[in-house]
Nanobody, 124 residues
Framework: QVRLVESGGGLVQAGASLRLSCAAS????????VGWFRQAPGKEREFVAA????????YYTNSVKGRFSVSRNNAKNTVYLQMNSLKPEDTAVYYC?????????????????WGQGTQVTVSS
């Protein structure tokens, strides 16, 4: 089982940027699609972005398109979520999740391995 650990969250003002990292340990996850999700207080968890195992395919929810970018460095066993032009409505706990051997488009994978989350708070 791959252990996922998110980092990089924090408190920023609207318009600022943050880069979240999802580091895997235990074994390589270069064969895994990785998704980013978020959950705001009182709301259901929602999909944010995903990247295929090769990094060749990415997908974003409409509300973050053009502002967020997902990438991966398989040599470092790490996936990143670059978040620019942050808005107060981006405030949430952000989770990364992995699914090994998923060859579907990454937004369609059934993610079964989750990190503990990192808090992102954007003030207005």
């Amino acid at each position: 089982q791959v252990r996922l650990v998110e980092s990089g969250g924090g408190l920023v003002q609207a318009g600022a940027s943050l880069r979240l990292s999802c580091a895997a340990s235990g074994r390589t996850f270069s064969n895994s699609a990785v998704g980013w999700f978020r959950q705001a207080p009182g709301k259901e968890r929602e999909f944010v972005a995903a990247i295929s195992w090769s990094g060749g395919e990415t997908y974003y929810t409409n509300s973050v398109k053009g502002r967020f970018s997902v990438s991966r460095n398989n040599a470092k066993n790490t996936v990143y979520l670059q978040m620019n032009s942050l808005k107060p409505e981006d405030t949430a706990v952000y989770y990364c999740a992995a699914r090994a051997y998923c060859r579907s488009s990454p937004q369609l994978c059934e993610y079964d391995n989750w990190g503990q989350g990192t808090q992102v708070t954007v003030s207005s």
